[in-house]
């Protein structure tokens, strides 16, 4: 389509249509802005088609000529034609524009047009696809005017137009028929009756013969049904009914069809549902359903007609009764639906999930009736595999469920998990079970593990609206069941009346203790109810609690309580020990309560937070919170005892914050988000009595000593629930339908991953391991072959046939001993790495964690002084974490560590003021950073250090006293707090030696220019080096870097108030005696020396704008002399910056810069130079040369007739061509004859025809 383009496009956006008429083209063209209307309709953008519709619709309404109207039908219609695909759509369109404005224009006038302009009989060949189109988007066009139906002749015309169409299905395919029912669905039935039908008999008498003729009747009897009535159509087809048991085979062919004809689209047909809508009007549903579809399309293999039976039943869902929800959901076409998500799980395979979750979203969305609602996810929360469901736990399509329906579809998940009815389910497994008892408890597992993980789901999906009770009533249930065994009924515990069918397996209650805590995560981040806001005040929800303000933890803990005092037995896990400790934090939680009802505070509610958790957690983790639970209470009762009191004598140490921490870090080695959320409340809350022994037991953590890097952490990897439970936290979902990956098996995915990572560092090492071990195995399999003489000797080459059948079964039983004996050795050294490769992550995702508490502590006690104890530290982390080698555990925790450097802490607006007693400290502090910093080798690790530097230099420095708002002197510039400015400056201007007298230095100006713009005071000191080394740096790079930073120290207000006067001259005089020098070296054409000239020249641009505006006595003769040697010793000709620089440097002296005047070089004055050849032509050499050429000088002899020219022309050529033939004879037979004429001749036209086809792309494109 887009080669014929550019053949086609002068029939449809010509700017000159009317040739016969020339005052009105004359008219016309003077207009352009209408002229460029119709090109912009044939634009790509689809915003500029748009705007040239609406543009043409209102130029026609302000300035209605006839010739100009005309000229638009005539420019319309022509383009409907056009042979790019997104313009005939915008010509459509402004032609229904135009009709739906201009009421007086006939319709059926312009239908004529349309068809006399494309009449397939007279059009060329090549252009009869483009007439095609051209009459369907006239007649669309007509369609969209909005007059079509007023009009019944016209609307018959139009009808005979797109049935004349219908058999062009190459081109055109089903557009014909689908314009027709758009026709259909506007026009009035007595117009239908009346007009079309007779035209429409043929193809309404004939329904199964295609698709689009199926469609055209079912619309036809939609739109028509008193037109249409039974007794009708038994006379048009022969039978009253469409979907009857005569046409089951039709309609299944049929039906096929159309599933292949949108294989490609991936859509639902309207056919089909149309079909399914006649089949519930006329009661013939059943038969439509069972015979077409499940006996019909389903036989087929799997491939279209599947999608298109599963699409049918997504998108029949709004249509069907609760009766026939329950039955389709668990027929044959849910069945294979089934089969279809088992088999779409490999990779490159289709998978329609997606449409189906769009269908049931859409269908909850809409509906209000809660039976269908129920009916619909049961259904499809029944089709599981082996026992495990096939839509996932965390299915988002039940958010538009009802609250009624919601209690429904719970109660019926705690019905199957109590009494699982397998039988009920619709299950798509198809391989055999080799026991069925285990195979139905392995079921009976699948099915609760999902079913508890589908409860957290629900809670957890906090777009679900759900009422509190429901949210309840499910917590209560995954704790009873997951944690407690009933003996007996209690009437206050109404779980414990329920029984379970199947008892309830070791791995089930894992899995529900692992969704249990799950749950307390999802309820801790539960929003409250908007019910619960007073007189509907805006104000920030509370994450966490009820209604009524109690936290859902809390209540949970009661239920537990009233558990444990009745008739129900805990788990085994839960012995004397863990009752003790449950009643001891029970009193501790009464405490606190009570204290929170006199007053809320924000350390007694994460307090009782942590209390709550803690003892949730010793249902599933006793033995490891038994300690932790007495030395927690102690700390707390301590934390309240020092609350109370207030006496100034008692100053000494708060020791309970220590350990207090020290319980914290215990509790973050724990696998829980939960957790991990929790104590970092409690620290926050903390965070004003923490102390230096407190925070350095934190880093203790970040950077453990060498001896207590393996066992200085409570990293808890023994307990497979802990793990599993901790990955279930951590990840953001979980695949509950694959049993095969356990958590074991993700830990071993872990540590497989990891081996990857390290497979380089540790190649050589286990290259000699394997060595050794090889050797080793090697004796030991030589001296069992030894005892058994099964060795062959030299002089005995047939060892092995003197053994007899004892000895060679003696001899296997040992050499299978050898091996089995290497081949655990060989696996408990893969085991005892990959244990320690897992310890490694362990201990890095705990430094994680750690790095939390860090962050709180530095964002709520940024003016603490124990804050800068955490400087080096993290500096030291960041050091020793960056590389582009390491992992991603070691690159999150670099991350972690610059972020909380950076933003933090160097970037903060609040930090220590009071540092009255620390200043020699930090003083050493900062000259250990300073130095190190020149240590490294990394220029990014060295910026955390400068930037650290600078820190502590704010630090020491404080806040000046505030004495007015215009007070700006250099006092208070000069004002630098408890800086040490001699030592301080001693430091740095070591630093900025090193930077200049260093090739490689890990510092950068960019640093030093940041000291200069904060520290005026420090700038001003260290100037002086800065000038020394314009001329003294190592390299040309070093020495321009000082020009900036002078430049930089320059141009800054407070050095200008610093050194006002005298010092500011002097400073002006070395600087321009070390430029005179710097300039007189800049003489050569280097990369580097150009960069230098150029900061050299601003730096001189600077300073005599200084001793302009300030006046300063400054002698600038030798400048300005060596300035003007540059000129001739320096080409400015690549680099337009350098030399504009210069110039405006000139300029200051009085040079201004030389026009030159640019004259075009004439080539014909230098014989060196020849001309340019030009591209795309046959060089003079190459070109054949004209022979017997009469030449005229007589210059009338131009001036001919074109029959006298035609016939010299046809002279000269025979003439040529008489002398070609001659010249061929002439030559010896032993030469080939040359190819080069036949190769010109064939080459020069079409070099011509090329250009002629630029010409036209160039013109017309």
Not at 17 to 23: E, H, N, Q, S
Not at 35 to 49: S, T
Not at 325 to 354: I, N
């Amino acid at each position: 389509m887009d080669n014929m383009s550019e053949q086609s496009i002068e029939t449809s956006e010509a700017p000159e249509p009317i040739t016969g008429a020339p005052k009105p083209a004359g008219a016309l063209h003077q207009n352009r802005v209408f002229l460029d209307l119709f090109w912009d309709l044939a634009k790509p953008e689809q915003e500029v088609r748009l705007r040239a519709v609406d543009g043409l619709v209102q130029y026609l309404r302000d300035n209605s000529k006839g010739e100009e109207l005309e000229y638009t039908l005539k420019r319309l219609v022509d383009g409907l034609s056009h042979s790019r695909e997104t313009a005939r759509p915008a010509f459509s369109l402004a032609l229904g524009q135009v009709l739906s404005a201009f009421g007086d224009i006939s319709l059926l006038q312009t239908l004529d047009r349309i068809k006399d302009k494309h009449n397939l009989l007279t059009v060329k060949k090549k252009l009869q696809r483009n007439a095609m189109f051209g009459n369907v988007f006239g007649v669309l066009a007509l369609h969209q005017s909005g007059r079509l139906t007023q009009e019944p002749q016209a609307v018959l015309a139009c009808v005979q137009l797109l049935q004349s169409l219908t058999p062009h299905r190459q081109h055109l395919r089903d557009l014909p028929t689908n314009t027709m029912m758009d026709i259909l669905n506007q026009v009035e039935e007595e117009v239908f009756e009346q007009v079309l039908f007779t035209a429409l008999q043929s193809d309404l008498a004939t329904p199964f013969r295609t698709p689009e003729q199926l469609h055209l009747l079912l619309v036809a009897l939609q739109r028509f049904p008193h037109t249409l009535k039974p007794k009708k159509l038994k006379k048009l087809l022969g039978f009253s009914t469409i979907i009857n048991q005569d046409n089951v085979p039709r309609l299944t062919e049929l039906l096929k069809t159309v599933a292949n004809s949108v294989k490609k689209e991936q859509v639902l047909p309207p056919v089909m549902l149309d079909l399914l809508k006649l089949s519930l009007k006329e009661d013939t549903y059943q038969l439509f359903w069972t015979k077409v579809i499940s006996e019909g399309l389903l036989k087929e293999p799997p491939g279209p007609s599947h999608y298109l039976s599963f699409r049918l039943l997504g998108a029949a869902l709004p249509l069907l009764s609760e009766a026939q929800l329950k039955e389709v959901l668990r027929g044959d076409v849910m069945r294979q639906y089934g089969q279809h998500l088992v088999t779409s799980k490999k990779p490159g395979r289709f998978q329609l999930a997606p449409e189906m979750d769009t269908y049931v979203s859409s269908f909850l969305q809409g509906c209000e009736d809660v039976d269908r609602q129920t009916a619909v996810v049961l259904g499809f929360s029944a089709l599981c595999n082996q026992g495990c469901p096939m839509v996932p736990p965390s299915w988002r399509a039940v958010q538009h469920l009802h609250p009624p329906a919601l209690d429904a579809y719970v109660a019926w998940l705690r019905s199957m998990f109590l009494q699982p009815q397998l039988h009920t389910m619709l299950d798509v497994s198809t391989k055999k079970p080799k026991d069925e008892k285990e195979d139905r408890q392995g079921s009976v597992h699948r099915l609760r593990k999902w079913i508890g993980a589908r409860l957290v789901a629900l809670v957890d999906n906090q777009q679900l609206k759900k009422e509190e009770s429901t949210v309840m009533e499910v917590s209560r249930f995954l704790l009873f069941h997951a944690f407690f065994r009933p003996t007996a009924v209690c009437a206050e515990v109404p779980e414990s009346a329920e029984e379970l069918s199947v008892p309830l397996q070791d791995d089930t209650r894992a899995a529900l203790a692992n969704s249990f805590f799950s749950l307390l995560l999802s309820l801790h981040h539960l929003p409250q109810e908007q019910g619960s806001e007073e007189d509907g005040a805006p104000h920030r929800r509370q994450l966490g609690v009820r209604a009524d303000g109690s936290m859902w933890i809390s209540h949970l803990f009661d239920f537990a309580q009233k558990l444990l005092q009745q008739q129900v037995e805990p788990g085994p896990a839960f012995g004397p020990l863990q009752r003790e400790a449950w009643d001891s934090l029970l009193v501790s939680v009464s405490s606190l309560r009570k204290k929170m009802k006199k007053a809320q505070s924000p350390e007694n509610k994460a307090f009782l937070q942590l209390f709550l958790l803690v003892a949730m957690y010793l249902f599933k983790a006793p033995e490891e919170l038994l300690d932790i639970i007495c030395d927690l209470q102690s700390c707390v009762e301590r934390a309240q005892k020092k609350k109370r009191r207030s006496k100034p004598g008692e100053d000494q140490e708060p020791a309970w914050v220590e350990v207090l921490v020290e319980l914290l870090l215990s509790l973050l080695s724990q696998p829980s988000r939960h957790m991990r959320q929790v104590c970092k409340m409690v620290f926050s809350s903390v965070c004003p009595h923490v102390t230096q022994p407190a925070i350095s037991a934190i880093l203790k953590v970040l950077e453990p000593e060498p001896e207590e890097a393996d066992n200085g952490l409570l990293i808890t990897d023994d307990e497979p629930g802990l793990s599993r439970e901790g990955e279930e936290e951590e990840e953001e979902e979980e695949d509950v339908q694959d049993e095969g990956s356990d958590s074991d098996d993700a830990e071993e995915g872990d540590g497989d991953a990891d081996d990857d990572g390290d497979a380089d560092d540790d190649e050589d090492e286990n290259e000699e391991v394997q060595e050794e071990v090889d050797a080793e195995f090697r004796l030991r399999l030589m001296k069992v072959l030894e005892q058994q003489n099964a060795l062959a000797k030299e002089e005995d080459s047939s060892g092995e046939e003197d053994l007899d059948d004892d000895a060679m079964m003696k001899l296997d039983k040992n050499l299978a001993a050898v091996f089995s004996e290497q081949k655990k050795k060989t696996q408990a050294k893969k085991d005892e790495k990959s244990k320690v490769k897992k310890e490694k992550v362990l201990i890095r995702d705990f430094k994680i964690k750690v790095l939390d508490l860090v962050e709180v502590f530095v964002s709520r006690q940024s003016s603490s002084p124990l804050v800068l104890s955490l400087v080096q530290p993290l500096l030291t982390l960041i050091e020793r974490c960056m590389g582009s080698d390491r992992e991603l555990h070691e690159q999150d925790l670099l991350r972690r560590a610059a972020h909380i450097l950076r933003n933090e802490l160097f970037r903060a607006k609040v930090y220590c003021r009071s540092v009255e007693d620390r200043a020699p400290e930090l003083h050493e502090l900062m000259e250990t950073l300073l130095n190190k910093a020149l240590k490294l080798h990394d220029s990014s690790v060295a910026l955390y250090y400068f930037s650290a530097c600078l820190y502590l230099v704010k630090v020491l420095r404080g806040t000046a006293p505030s004495k007015g708002p215009d007070e700006y002197t250099a006092d208070s510039v000069r004002f630098m707090g408890h800086v040490d400015v001699l030592r301080v400056s001693s430091l740095f201007r070591a630093a900025l030696a090193s930077f200049f007298s260093r090739r490689r230095s890990p510092l950068t100006s960019q640093m030093f220019s940041d000291l200069f713009t904060r520290f005026p005071v420090l700038c001003v000191d260290l100037l002086d080096t800065a000038v020394q080394n314009i001329t003294a740096g190592v390299r040309e790079h070093q020495q321009g870097q000082a020009c900036v930073l002078v430049l930089r120290a320059l141009q800054s207000r407070e050095v200008q108030l610093l050194l006002s006067g005298e010092p500011l001259i002097q400073l002006c005089t070395r600087v321009t005696s070390e430029l005179v020098l710097s300039v007189q070296q800049c003489g050569s054409q280097q990369r580097a020396l150009k960069d230098k000239l150029q900061q050299v020249l601003e730096l001189c641009q600077c300073v005599l704008g200084h001793a302009h505006r300030l006046k300063l006595p400054l002698s600038l003769e030798l400048l300005q002399a060596s300035l003007q040697d540059l000129s001739s010793t320096t080409s400015f000709n690549k680099t337009g910056r350098l030399e504009d620089t210069y110039w405006a440097v000139m300029k200051r002296f009085g040079v201004m810069k030389p026009k030159i005047e640019k004259t075009k070089p004439n080539p014909a004055d230098d014989p060196k130079t020849a001309p340019k050849k030009k591209k795309g032509f046959l060089p003079e050499t190459k070109k054949r040369k004209k022979r017997n050429v009469l030449e005229t000088t007589d210059t009338t002899a131009n001036i001919q007739p074109k029959k006298a020219k035609k016939e010299d022309k046809k002279r000269d050529k025979k003439q040529m061509n008489k002398e070609a033939k001659n010249k061929a004879q002439k030559r010896p037979a032993e030469s080939a004859p040359s190819q080069d004429s036949p190769t010109k001749k064939t080459k020069l036209p079409q070099k011509k025809k090329k250009d002629k086809g630029k010409v036209l792309s160039q013109t017309h494109g």
